[in-house]
């Protein structure tokens, strides 16, 4: 049996052993009784009873903090109840996560709990047991003996009682003692989740600073193409970003972990006179960029920068300061290249890398299209996985980009685009993985998810 079963096998031994003691001492009578066990007999009624309405109240609780629906919706809920409840395996499963890494401490309080009623109940004589059944067997001589309509047990013979006075005495103190440590369990588990619920968890402290990196980044970013936007054109730029769900999974913390001093990597997607032009922009890290930020202000001279995406190689690399951002992008394009920018100092340096290919999009539809285009064709329509990864990636970018420019308007179905790469509508994305990642798992639709700003 479970832990919670056997919390149910208790609930439901505690009331049978009252009515069988009370069944005994009427039978006796009571001044023989009295005279035999010298008030113990009582004192042990009397426990029981408190046991009884104490491990219900407890349970009780322990359902209802554990978000067990049927308790909490039932204030009313009586001992048969929740014997019955504590039997649903929704409800086990319910408990044992809210309980954590304090289950196996319930579980072995719950077990001498249910010892040291076995031990009293094997003292019973003449009360009914199944047969091929031990006589201290909790759960089977609960099964035996059921209540009536009206809630009371009913014996078919006189019963008997002996235990020794000392053994009973032992019994009443381990009683007490477990229904304490059971009422300290459930009052730390409590406890727990007050503070966890008051204090950040180090998850949380990991994804507050993933999220600061990005937004210092971003806000850097923005300055730097704004003071880089020195060309003499009619038509504002439009510089689209890829929201990118930097939330890493479990089989990516290995990675994120020796990637953590790299920085954060921009895409960008720069609009020139009707044709799109890709960018990677690398950003240091948040101190770094302060502290370049002072050296920037001392010293004018040109910076040598080591690229972080080949930051294992001997070679340094020229990074050229960008003066005017529509210029340079229009160089990678004429070259048909990528265009890879570094970030540092809240400037934008350029990085030769003529070995990575610029990709060729057809246009930028938004998403109001997409969604009106895959409404009627179906070839066009996003899965529900798909969907499901796209609302992903937009709730993971808001609060990364919340505090920056990028992020000044709302995102509707008209701000958010998606890249084209192909003139018969064949779109990839939303991307939230690396490069290699998207080529090791190829799907027929994969979406560019991008927000759009001007300068």
């Known amino acids: 049996m479970s832990g919670f079963e056997v919390a149910g096998v208790i609930l439901g031994a505690i009331p049978l052993i009252i009515s069988a003691l009370e069944h005994y001492k009427d039978g006796k009578g009571a001044a023989a009784t009295f005279v035999k066990w010298r008030g113990l007999l009582d004192t042990l ?11 219900y109240l407890q349970i009780l609780e322990l359902l209802r903090e554990a978000g067990v629906r049927e308790a909490i919706e039932r204030p009313d809920l009586s001992e048969t109840e929740c014997i019955q409840l504590l039997r649903s395996v929704k409800a086990g499963a319910n408990l044992e996560e809210h309980l954590g890494p304090l289950y196996p401490a319930f579980t072995d309080v719950l077990g001498r709990y249910e ?34 309509a009206d809630g009371q047990f009913y014996f078919r013979e006189r019963l008997a009682f002996t235990i020794e ?24 588990i409590r406890t727990q989740r007050e503070f966890a619920a008051r204090e950040p968890s180090h ?98 001279a040109p910076v040598i920068k080591l690229s972080p995406a080949v930051s294992t190689q001997t070679t340094l690399i020229q990074a050229t300061r960008v003066t005017d951002i529509c210029r340079t992008a229009r160089e990678a394009r004429v070259r048909g290249r990528k265009l890879h920018l570094q970030l540092a100092s809240y400037t934008l340096s350029t990085i030769d890398n003529a070995s990575e290919r610029c990709r060729k999009f057809a246009g930028s539809p938004n998403l109001e299209s997409l969604l009106r285009q895959g409404a009627q064709d179906e070839d066009s329509r996003m899965t529900p996985k798909q969907r499901t990864l796209l609302a992903l990636d937009v709730a993971a970018a808001i609060p ?33 993985n690396t490069i290699s990642a998207e080529a090791a798992m190829p799907l027929p639709q994969r979406r560019d998810l991008i927000p759009k700003r001007r300068f």
């Open 165 to 188: 006075r000392r053994s009973l005495k032992t019994l009443l103190d381990e009683l007490t003692e477990e229904r304490l440590s059971l009422k300290a369990i459930i009052k730390g």
């Open 115 to 148: 010892a040291c009623l076995s031990a009293i109940l094997s003292k019973i004589g003449h009360i009914q047991r199944l047969p091929q059944h031990q006589k201290y067997d909790l759960a089977h001589i609960v099964a035996a003996n059921t209540p009536g």
């Open 400 to 432: 990364q980009l919340r505090e920056t420019t990028w992020l000044s308007q709302a995102w509707d179905k008209r701000a958010i685009k998606f890249l084209v790469t192909h003139a018969a509508m064949t779109t990839e994305g939303p991307l939230s």
């Open 203 to 300: 998850e949380a402290h990991r994804i507050a600073s993933i999220f600061f990196q990005v937004q210092a980044g971003a806000q850097a970013l923005y300055s730097a193409m704004s003071q880089g936007c020195t060309c003499r054109c009619i038509d504002p730029h439009r510089v689209m970003m890829r929201l990118d769900n930097r939330l890493p999974q479990q089989r990516q913390k290995a990675i994120m972990a020796i990637r953590k001093n790299q920085g954060t990597t921009f895409s960008l997607i720069f609009t020139l006179e009707g044709s799109l032009q890709e960018a990677v922009v690398k950003a240091a890290l948040a101190d770094d960029m302060e502290t370049d930020a002072l050296s920037l202000a001392c010293s004018t």
């Open 45 to 55: 009624i009397f426990r029981l009873k408190l046991q009884r309405t104490f491990f």
